[in-house]
């Protein structure tokens, strides 16, 4: 897999340690100076710790980019109460492969970053929810978890600091719906993967009913760097409101695909022509959905001036999401992304809730009924009105992860889909 080129990460923050060889083994990744930040934060104030985090402006890495601190600073400050870190490494927006990424590489840069995180927040237990299918990754993490144990960089009063910390990996079971932080929380606690109604959010009543941080793989895994440099030298990347770097995972019609750590704000076309390469084959561009399959799609046009933060791609229309960019070129039909969305989204609906539920069925016979030459053009307003009435209307967000690429969709491939109606009811 590809990542930028060396000059570049190496200054960076995630990828920081990626260039050296069998990273993933514990002495490695302490002689290059893995967990020197865990045993200085040992000695200073927990507060002091959140604040760096919150003044960095550091924003959830999951999809939503919700500033971490802010987050952190909604948590019960009682040392004494039980209450819960979880990381969530479900990685299931379709695109990402980001986290899966950097797991493999350097597992201990998320134990140390949840070791930090779990001593500001005053949490005595963690667990690390990873997608059911991410074996390898899992087995990795596995070991890395216990080689800190050994260490005695986990469990009980850790490198005499008086201060507890028990972590488990958890493998989930491959559903989608558990990389919804109460979905998550759920399947953890034995049941269901399903969602439930927010608020309470999880940082008051979470896991077993108690306070509970969720957050991405990405955003536990930056807060290392963010203590040894400080947030000062973080906000130096990105912009005022997105600051820092991102890892995004780009996939597609590109030379040169993979996972680059990049700072936000960066121009979507310097991505796609610099570090990527540029489109394959020469071929032209025709969209980008930059933010994994939840995200509205662009076309080249409005590809070519969008900057990758999450305040440009909103202004314009989608969001920043996980930072998945799939790239399309000329000879993709818009109306296959439309199929394999659809399918997707209806396949892993979690049923409670009837907009979600009839509705990513509906939009999936719609268009199925197009494909096989039954369908009508007004048949694409009413995609558009199914896919408006399941938005903001549910217990989670997936529902509104279907409709927003539909609406996308129609808004800017509307031809596109009228000509694919027509063609198919002259083949019929
Ligand atoms: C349908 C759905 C799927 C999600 N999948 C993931 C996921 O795979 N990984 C993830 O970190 N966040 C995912 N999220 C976001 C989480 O609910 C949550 O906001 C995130 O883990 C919080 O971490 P952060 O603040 O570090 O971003 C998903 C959200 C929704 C609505
Ligand atoms: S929106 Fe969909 S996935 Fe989310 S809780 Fe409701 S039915 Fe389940």
């Known amino acids: 897999m590809s990542i930028a080129n060396k000059a570049d ?9 990626h260039h050296i060889p069998s990273v993933h083994h514990l002495e490695i990744f302490e002689e290059a100076g893995g967990y020197e930040m865990m045993k200085k934060c040992f000695t200073l104030d927990p507060e002091k710790i959140k604040e760096e985090v919150k003044n960095s402006g550091l924003r959830g890495r999951g999809g939503a980019g919700f500033p971490t601190g802010v987050k952190w600073g909604f948590f019960s400050k009682d040392r004494n109460q039980r209450k819960y870190l979880l990381c969530n490494a479900d990685e299931s927006e379709p695109g990402t492969f980001k986290d899966r990424y950097l797991l493999e590489i350097n597992p201990h840069i998320l134990v140390e970053g949840m070791i930090i995180s779990a001593f500001a927040l005053g949490t005595q237990r963690g667990y690390i929810y990873i997608r059911g299918e991410f074996y390898e990754q899992a087995m990795i993490l596995e070991k890395a978890v216990k080689d800190a144990y050994k260490r005695g960089y986990l469990g009980k009063n ?23 932080e109460t979905g998550l929380i759920s399947s953890l606690e034995g049941q269901k993967g399903r969602p439930k109604l927010k608020p309470p ?20 895994a930056a ?5 040894r440099c400080g947030a000062a030298a973080y906000k130096k990347w990105g912009t005022e409101k997105s600051p820092g770097t991102k890892l995004f995972s780009i996939s597609g019609d590109v030379n040169r695909p993979g996972v680059f750590e990049l700072p936000l704000g960066i121009p979507l076309i310097e991505v796609i022509e610099k570090h990527c390469e540029g489109v394959r084959e020469g071929n032209k561009l025709k969209a980008v959905i930059p933010g994994g399959s939840s995200a509205p799609i662009f076309t080249a046009e409005i590809a070519k001036e969008v900057r990758m933060d999450y305040e440009d791609i909103a202004q314009k ?27 997707f989204y209806h396949h892993e609906s979690c049923g409670q809730c009837t907009p979600c539920r009839e509705g990513t069925g509906w939009m999936e016979k719609i268009f199925k009924r197009a494909e096989q030459g039954e369908g009508k053009l007004s048949d694409i307003e009413l ?11 549910t217990i989670c967000a997936l529902s509104d992860a279907a409709a ?3 609406q996308g969709i129609i808004k800017a491939f509307r031809g596109e889909l009228e000509s694919y109606i027509k063609i198919q009811m002259k083949n019929r």
Not at 10 to 17: A, E, H, M, R
């Open 317 to 343: 229309g989608s969001m920043l999401g996980s930072g998945a960019i799939i790239v399309l070129d000329e000879t993709r039909s818009i109306p296959d992304i439309l199929k394999w969305t659809l399918e």
């Open 201 to 220: 959010f999880p940082a008051i009543k979470g896991y077993r009913g108690l306070p509970t941080i969720v957050n991405n793989v990405e955003t536990l």
């Open 223 to 227: 807060v290392p760097w963010i203590m």
């Open 9 to 17: 990460y190496q200054n960076f923050t995630l990828l920081s340690y």
């Open 158 to 180: 850790i490198l005499g600091s008086g201060f507890d910390f028990e972590l488990v990996v958890h493998r989930g079971a491959g559903a989608y719906i558990c990389g919804e």
């Open 383 to 393: 995609l558009d009105k199914v896919a408006f009435n399941m938005r903001g209307r």
């Open 404 to 406: 927003m690429p539909t």
